[in-house]
């Protein structure tokens, strides 16, 4: 079965750091570009990073830049987004999905985790 | 950045409806367009890929159509499990926004 597992999400005060994980199974993980997406309470989905099937290309929502790191492990399967400098506005579900590029500028995300839930509060 | 509104906000639909959302970018977007289904607690689902393209196993009541700057989700008769949210996505450009999403709720 295709799919990709979170974790690392937790409770962290503001300032702190959090490194998050997610397991991919059922696919060929270098073969594919990988991304992080969040969700705020209620709040709409917004693209937070992804990165290129041998890490050599990473690209950011400008919020997050400086303070967050995505990052990949081939040989384990498992991508990575390392956060730092947490504030109240990071708190959020946080969705690792897989990205399939067909060509010129056409891609989607048709793999997603359930997510796993970023809390920044003192 | 590409900012991408959705309208309406909210609707309210009957079973066997037909719903219609719109999606508009904040600059010409070609047909770099997916469109995705969240429901309550659930992660999202991708429906739409390329504007008009169905993903694998998407019930064809599921439309997409436009280009440029506006597009539009259609779905035919509604059925019981589409009350959902639903979101637009430009693949044109980093950042890859969303719009705000669309929540078809039960009339």
């Known amino acids: 079965e295709v799919q990709v597992v979170e974790s690392g999400g937790g409770l962290v005060q503001p300032g702190g750091s959090l490194r998050l994980s997610c397991a991919a199974s059922?696919?060929?993980?270098?073969?594919?570009?990988m991304s992080w997406v969040r969700q705020a309470p209620g709040k709409a989905l917004e693209w937070v990073a992804d990165?290129?099937?041998?890490?050599?290309?990473?690209y950011y929502v400008d919020s997050v830049k400086a303070r967050v790191t995505i990052s990949r492990d081939n040989a384990k399967n498992t991508l990575y987004l390392q956060m730092n400098s947490l504030r109240v506005e990071d708190t959020a579900v946080y969705y690792c999905?897989?990205?399939?590029?067909?060509?010129?500028?056409?891609?989607?995300?048709?793999?997603w985790g359930k997510g796993t839930t970023v809390t920044v509060s003192s | 950045d590409i900012q991408m509104t959705q309208s309406p906000s909210s609707l309210s639909a009957s079973v066997g409806d037909r719903v219609t959302i719109a999606c508009r970018a904040s600059q010409s977007i070609n047909t770099f367009l997916n469109w995705y289904q969240q429901k309550p607690g659930r992660a999202p689902k991708l429906l739409i890929y390329a504007t008009s393209s169905l993903q694998s196993g998407v019930p064809s009541r599921f439309r997409g159509s436009g280009s440029g700057t506006d597009f539009t989700l259609t779905i035919n008769s509604l059925q019981p499990e589409d009350f959902a949210t639903y979101f637009c996505?430009?693949?044109?450009?980093?950042?890859?926004?969303f719009g705000q999403g669309t929540t078809v709720g039960v009339k």
């Open positions: 996505q430009q693949s044109y450009t980093t950042p890859r926004t």
């Open positions: 999905a897989r990205e399939v590029w067909l060509g010129d500028r056409y891609y989607y995300m048709d793999v």
């Open positions: 990165i290129r099937q041998d890490g050599s290309e990473t």
């Open positions: 059922g696919f060929i993980f270098n073969t594919y570009w």
